[in-house]
């Protein structure tokens, strides 16, 4: 932009990043750099505070536009428009062919249909299921069928009836042995049989040349607690068993990888996930390269995105709305093929009819009025996510050779590898929620604290989504959601205040103003996770007026909020008046007065580096909250 020919930024300086950082010490006042700005992150990489032009002068790919290998910036010339899909349960086919014809009406360009994993379809089931569907305009994706080779056939046998063209029918089965055996840790029928029939699914698609019939099902190493680069390893890496196994029978490339279609999710890390979808892309490229491609096209990486379900909560479930628009938001911005947003509602119920419309609507609007489809990679140039993007591609890629060390994805799993890295990173986000590192909002931050769960749910919407077979050959992985833990102490407290007095946590506040309103703002969100009926006061002139209000207030747990330094000549009197009737607790960790006041016989500190998680299940014990 210029003014009377003068570039408008020409008056000012330029600033080097030796001057940045001068700056930044100098803000910093001696506090360590890398402590305060350095974002270490779960994927194993840092990430600086800023970035700038030369932290791309590395980067091989800044030149490539969107439909050119290696395809980083996406396979769309023009524009970023993605398929709108919605998943739909077929219980029963007539009822689920009204549904998907009166969606289609609605914005939906995509159907997932979820067949009964125990029923054989026929053809005129099929028939029936897609009456009136033009297969030629809206895409098809059949789910949770073991009957794949048949499901193939039918699929063919129908288009060929209604003389669709060929090459226009978007459809796919889903047919994914590695990420069953995963799970289950069973075949369909055994090894070889599993991957014959993979070859013979490629072999029965070859008059449809849009017919996805492998599935790469990624989303089971998110929603298990997986990192991103581990997730981005493990997928490639199951990815390649399939083309090394298949290529093996003789297959080639160009007829393997374009049968390929990877269902995943994308989860709350906005940046990071935008970066993701970019780098799967251009690592996809590569590995097929490596089989000897003698068309780019074939390089291309299909993805179906849908949201994680790791961080859906069923407390405060509408907030579960921003999340996935959230997410949707880095699916569409990292390129998305297709896209399913999760219903609201679906941690802890079959989704209802306004649920599903919401979720609809979501990238509708993101489509519609946000224009999210009109720009072919916008984030491309943005030295924050390009660096991202080139960090997870050397992260990933470094993983993904170690799986190969070790004999490749199938063997991985045989000998335990790849679960037992995937149990470890659950562990540690679990860690992160429980010490609040990481924030759910209304779980274990923030709370709704007048919510009150009054019908009754199956305990298993609290526990994790096991699979495992009894006669699994090989350990499993199991999907869950990071606020099931805190969800099943908090439900406990619902059962629990059916029957009897919902506890009741009393703020003492006294002394400093600042302090005493921090310190319960604190207390009142680190007990609100458990359930609890919270009362916040508006301070007492003397900690003795403060003590006969906490007796007379009929509280179990009072809580003392001020400063610590009040804390010394006030807190053993308190404690010493209100205990052994009342749980006393204290809002900060003072030292060395803690020390004093534990050899007194107080037990209970909460502060920021509790473990809120342990600290409550602890506090439901004493209350006698029993497990129900």
Not at 457 to 478: G, K, M, N, Y
Request: net charge neutral.
């Amino acid at each position: 932009m210029e003014k009377q020919g003068k570039k408008l930024f020409a008056d000012f300086q330029p600033v080097s990043t030796q001057q940045w950082e001068e700056q930044l010490m100098k803000d910093l006042k001696g506090a360590d750099y890398a402590k305060k700005l350095i974002w270490k992150t779960n994927e194993g990489f840092d990430v600086k505070p800023y970035y700038r032009s030369e932290d791309l002068k590395s980067i091989g790919w800044l030149k490539a536009l969107p439909d050119m290998f290696p395809f980083v910036r996406g396979t769309k010339v023009k524009g970023n428009d993605w398929l709108v899909r919605q998943d739909l349960q077929v219980d029963n086919i007539k009822a689920t062919n009204e549904k998907a014809l009166d969606i289609l009406m609605k914005g939906v360009d995509s159907l997932g249909f979820e067949l009964g994993c125990n029923k054989r379809y026929t053809l005129e089931d099929i028939e029936l299921l897609l009456k009136n569907i033009r297969a030629d305009i809206a895409e098809l994706n059949f789910n949770r069928t073991p009957m794949h080779l048949e499901l193939v056939e039918i699929i063919e046998k129908l288009v060929i009836k209604y003389n669709r063209p060929l090459d226009a029918v978007k459809v796919s089965v889903n047919y994914d042995p590695l990420a069953r055996l995963l799970r289950r840790g069973i075949w369909y029928k055994n090894e070889e049989a599993d991957f014959e029939t993979a070859f013979q699914l490629i072999k029965a698609s070859k008059n449809l040349s849009q017919l996805r019939v492998i599935g790469v099902n990624g989303h089971i190493f998110t929603n298990a607690g997986a990192t991103i680069v581990q997730e981005m390893a493990y997928t490639l890496a199951l990815a390649s068993e399939y083309l090394t196994r298949l290529t093996d029978k003789g297959l080639f490339i160009g007829e393997i990888s374009p049968r390929i279609k990877f269902n995943l999710a994308v989860g709350s890390n906005y940046f990071m996930e935008i970066a993701k979808l970019r780098a799967y892309r251009l690592l996809w490229a590569n590995i097929t390269n490596a089989y000897g491609l003698n068309d780019a096209n074939n390089g291309k990486m299909k993805m179906h995105l849908t949201n994680a379900t790791y961080n859906l909560s069923v407390y405060d479930p509408y907030v579960n709305m921003l999340r996935t628009t959230t997410s949707s938001m880095s699916a569409i911005l990292g390129g998305a093929d297709s896209l399913t947003v999760q219903p609201f509602d679906v941690p802890f119920e079959t989704p209802t009819a306004f649920a599903e419309r919401i979720a609809r609507n979501q990238q509708l609007i993101i489509k519609e009025e946000s224009y999210f489809d009109k720009v072919a990679d916008p984030a491309a140039g943005s030295y924050y996510v390009e660096s991202l993007t080139d960090s997870l591609i050397k992260a990933a890629w470094e993983l993904f050779l170690e799986i190969q060390k070790k004999g490749g994805y199938l063997a991985a799993v045989k000998t335990g590898f790849i679960q037992q890295q995937i149990k470890e990173a659950a562990q540690k986000k679990d860690m992160q929620i429980a010490t609040r590192r990481e924030v759910i909002l209304g779980t274990n931050q923030y709370p709704n604290t007048s919510e009150q769960l009054k019908q009754d749910f199956h305990p298993e919407i609290f526990e994790a989504d096991d699979r495992r077979s009894e006669s699994a050959l090989v350990e499993t992985i199991v999907n869950y959601r990071g606020p099931q833990a805190f969800e099943r102490l908090r439900y406990q407290t619902d059962l629990f205040s059916r029957q009897n007095k919902r506890p009741k946590v009393w703020m003492l506040t006294y002394g400093n103003l600042a302090m005493r309103k921090a310190r319960a703002g604190f207390a009142s969100n680190f007990f609100g996770c458990a359930g609890y009926e919270i009362q916040d006061n508006a301070g007492f002139a003397s900690i003795e007026k403060g003590i006969e209000a906490a007796k007379d207030s009929g509280a179990e747990i009072i809580v003392l909020c001020s400063s610590d330094e009040e804390y010394t000549d006030t807190a053993l009197k308190a404690f010493e008046a209100l205990h052994p009737n009342q749980i006393v607790v204290i809002a900060g960790y003072p030292m060395p007065l803690a020390n004093e006041l534990k050899a007194a016989g107080m037990e209970h500190f909460i502060h920021v580096k509790s473990n809120l998680l342990e600290t409550l299940k602890q506090f439901q014990q004493l209350l006698g909250i029993e497990k129900h």
